[in-house]
């Protein structure tokens, strides 16, 4: 008799660091793992915010030589993985740091797979390409939603293309992710917004994921249910370390969570707009997470009903429809309340580029684990809808 | 029902990757790569091991061995262990560590890369080896290292020695036949009644043989002699017997005299040094024609009449030299007429060998003379020694030769 309630299903994370100021610990942490010197990665923002500079202290109270590259924007792009590239060899560097949100991070991994497998990074793209071990790499998220210091996902954007590419592999699964919700604080509330509901999605996709597993399912949930009741306490006092400590558990949850179920159909959407005109990743996410919603719903209820539940709505002996409804307006009200309420179309988007947005969707890996296969003119009528 | 579609099947496929379960999906491991390292370092280990120069790795800070390789420990007769712990002024002479540490130490700033030293290493036993150090400086993690590269250069400067000495030897003996070519007669002396030309070339620098014309009033006397081998001791008893000869016949002595005397005189050192002289001696009277010789051992010469175009060889009994005291020399006469020739020579003539065994020998030689006996002796000689060269096809000879020819007129 088979048995469908267990599935094959791997679990990967890192060691990872939670707490007031583990970003302190970067290095020790790289000490350990050998490093004789660093590439810090990190960007502008987080630069001017003083974070990378206390990590460059601990690096040198350590006795490691660092240099940084700071040459990474958002939606970070192959030649600026490149270049870093181009600088971690320069320097002789054998271990990386970054020091940011996602794209920093991502960017990390970009520049640790070039620097041992050589070539460029879209070579990469897809699932299990990466052949050779990364140089070691040590994660200190500054925003609570990428979670990228916990995943295997890089997603890098390939500007001839104009498309983003999407790398998943257990290799680049960091060596250690120092999680110190101190560096949250000095988040704008937009970047609070963005980043805290591409956590909320990542927790979303992958609790309805086809790759979902009862692990994975437990750190969706309570994503979802701590990002849902801390989200908006923390844009009213963004000062608050509880709160902020709060979006950040949850960013972490629902990075093990995604990592390991993976995602789903409002990603591969998001991938290709952000791919196209450089739109924040976690706002596309948000807008068009209710209208993926209404699509998936059918496939998988149930799931959405204790989606639904962990929000904060109470289903009782609601009627799927109307639970459906429920999550709709609960999620539209998040949104409106957390500030992310501006249509599609206002992002820079024309209808025109519909057809081709949803061409390159299709190709997004994050597209396989959704609960309901789509088909083209679907997903188009999906970026209709969010216009 | 038909199957699921292809893009489903793709769906399937990527899913499962995700998921983790691809043949390819592997945390972030480094074994793999540091095992493939460490058989690298294994077979590089070998490579080094291999060498038959000591090699050493040396912290510049510490002055402390951190590497060896075999050779250095087979060289010093000291394990890897002991080696490692021992200080660089146990195995090095101190002028060599002091001046390897301050290159070491200034060698980066002055741009230098590496040094030689000619130095020497102490082996556990005290025993010294001679050798070559090259040093090199390398920086490894911010810290100086030197790599010293030691060659053992015993064998080198034992050839060194030897190419020294040969080419030491070589000049005394250029010297030395230089000083024997010295003692032969410078030319003929102009004697009326005969013609005479005489002939030397050793084989080698130094040769054993000799000849000899000089003048006492009406009489010529001549000689032709060959001390055994080719050695500087053959060349020093022919020296010797030079002497001894030109005193005897200063004395008056006649031919057998000469040669009985020659033999009391040179006998104990010819016995003592392992040689034989064989010598042939005669005195010839320009006033009646009449030649008087005595023979200890030499090979025959000829004479050629030129009444009967014959050849005639004149032997004489007699000892060679060296074997015994107290020998009678049998003396003999005979009567010479114009246009007779005699032909001393020594056996580096007759013996020459044309490479398949057979020798020059006595019918070549008086053929030559009765073709050749109106010429004069010197071209008579030079038509001998191109028919010799000829027939051994070897030039030089391998044997001493040595010639003398008197014509009668």
Redesign the interface.
């Known amino acids: 008799m088979a048995v469908n309630e267990f599935p094959?299903?791997?679990f990967?994370a890192p060691e990872f660091i939670f707490g007031m100021d583990a970003r302190t610990l970067a290095g020790r942490y790289a000490k350990n793992f050998g490093g004789?010197k660093v590439l810090v990665v990190t960007d502008p923002g987080v630069r001017t915010a003083g974070w990378s500079s206390q990590v460059t202290a601990s690096l040198e109270e350590s006795g490691i030589d660092h240099v940084t590259f700071y040459g990474v924007t958002s939606n970070p792009k192959a030649e600026e993985v490149a270049a870093g590239a181009a600088l971690y060899r320069r320097e002789g560097c054998n271990a990386i740091v970054a020091v940011g949100g996602g794209s920093p991070m991502d960017c990390a991994k970009g520049i640790g797979i070039v620097s041992t497998n050589h070539g460029d990074i879209v070579d990469f793209e897809g699932?299990?390409r990466v052949?050779?071990?990364?140089p070691p790499l040590i994660c200190i998220p500054t925003t609570a939603g990428s979670a990228a210091d916990v995943s295997q996902f890089a997603i890098i954007t390939d500007s001839v293309r104009q498309t983003k590419i999407a790398i998943?592999s257990?290799?680049?699964?960091p060596?250690v992710a120092l999680i110190d919700p101190v560096t949250t604080t000095s988040l704008s509330s937009d970047l609070t917004a963005q980043t805290a509901l591409d956590a909320l999605c990542h927790g979303i996709e992958s609790y309805v994921s086809?790759?979902h597993s009862a692990i994975t399912d437990l750190y969706a949930i309570q994503a979802i249910r701590a990002i849902s009741s801390n989200l908006l306490p923390t844009l009213s006092d963004p000062g608050n370390l509880a709160f902020r400590g709060r979006l950040m558990l949850a960013s972490l949850e629902a990075g093990l969570a995604f990592s390991?179920a993976?995602l789903g159909l409002v990603h591969a959407m998001a991938h290709s707009l952000g791919g196209m005109n450089d739109a924040p990743h976690g706002e596309c996410n948000a807008l068009l997470l209710p209208h993926v919603i209404d699509f998936n719903f059918p496939a998988v209820p149930e799931r959405y009903a204790r989606i639904a539940e962990a929000l904060g709505v109470a289903t009782g002996d609601m009627a799927a429809n109307d639970i459906l409804a429920a999550l709709h307006s609960r999620l539209s009200c998040l949104l409106h309340a957390a500030g992310i309420h501006r249509p599609l179309g206002n992002l820079g988007i024309s209808r025109d580029e519909i057809p081709a947005l949803a061409g390159k969707a299709m190709d997004d890996?994050c597209?396989?684990?959704n609960p309901r296969?789509p088909s083209r003119e679907e997903i188009e009528a999906i970026y209709e809808r969010a216009f | 029902m038909s199957g699921p579609s292809e893009?489903?099947r793709?769906?399937e496929s990527?899913?499962e990757?995700?998921?983790?379960?691809?043949?390819?999906?592997?945390?972030?491991?480094?074994y793999p790569?540091l095992q493939q390292k460490l058989d690298e370092l294994e077979r590089f280990r070998a490579l080094i091991d291999q060498s038959n120069d000591c090699i050493f790795l040396l912290h510049v800070q510490s002055s402390r061995f951190i590497d060896v390789n075999e050779s250095a420990c087979r060289e010093l007769s000291l394990t890897r262990q002991e080696l490692l712990n021992t200080r660089l002024d146990q195995i090095f002479p101190d002028e060599a560590v002091s001046r390897s540490m301050e290159s070491l130490a200034n060698g980066l700033e002055q741009g230098w890369e590496r040094d030689t030293i000619t130095t020497s290493i102490r082996r556990k036993s005290g025993e010294e080896l001679p050798v070559e150090m090259t040093i090199r400086v390398v920086t490894f993690?911010k810290e100086l290292y030197g790599v010293a590269v030691v060659r053992d250069i015993t064998e080198r400067r034992r050839a060194e020695k030897v190419l020294l000495e040969n080419s030491r030897m070589l000049r005394d003996m250029e010297l030395a036949k230089q000083i024997q070519l010295s003692l032969l007669p410078t030319a003929p002396p102009e004697i009326p009644g005969v013609t005479l030309a005489g002939y030397c070339l050793p084989a080698t620098h130094v040769g054993g043989d000799y000849y000899h014309f000089s003048q006492r009033d009406h009489l010529v006397d001549l000689a032709v002699a060959d001390v055994s081998g080719h050695s500087i001791g053959a060349a020093l008893m022919t020296a010797e017997a030079r002497a001894v000869l030109r005193a005897q016949l200063a004395t008056g002595s006649s031919a057998g005299q000469v040669l009985t005397a020659m033999n009391d005189i040179l006998n104990e050192d010819l016995g003592r040094s392992e040689l034989f002289i064989t010598i042939f001696c005669a005195s010839f009277n320009t006033k009646c024609r009449t030649l008087t010789y005595a023979n200890a051992g030499h090979s025959p010469p000829l004479l050629y009449r030129q009444r009967g175009n014959a050849c005639h060889w004149l032997d004489a009994d007699g000892m060679i030299l060296g074997i015994r005291e107290n020998v009678i020399f049998e003396e003999r006469q005979l009567q010479m007429e114009s246009g007779d020739l005699l032909l001393l020579y020594t056996d580096g003539i007759t013996e020459a060998d044309d490479g398949s065994g057979q020798l020059f020998g006595n019918e070549r030689l008086c053929k030559i003379m009765r073709s050749c006996h109106k010429e004069s002796p010197q071209t008579i000689i030079d038509s001998i020694l191109l028919k010799v060269a000829a027939f051994s096809g070897t030039i030089p000879l391998e044997d001493d030769v040595t010639m003398v020819v008197m014509k009668v007129e």
């Open positions: 094959l299903r791997k990967v004789r699932v299990d052949e050779q071990s990364t998943i257990k290799m680049i699964v060596d086809t790759a390991n993976s890996p597209i396989f684990t296969q | 893009e489903t793709t769906w990527e899913r990757k995700i998921i983790g379960l691809g043949e390819r999906s592997l945390r972030k491991t480094y790569e993690q």
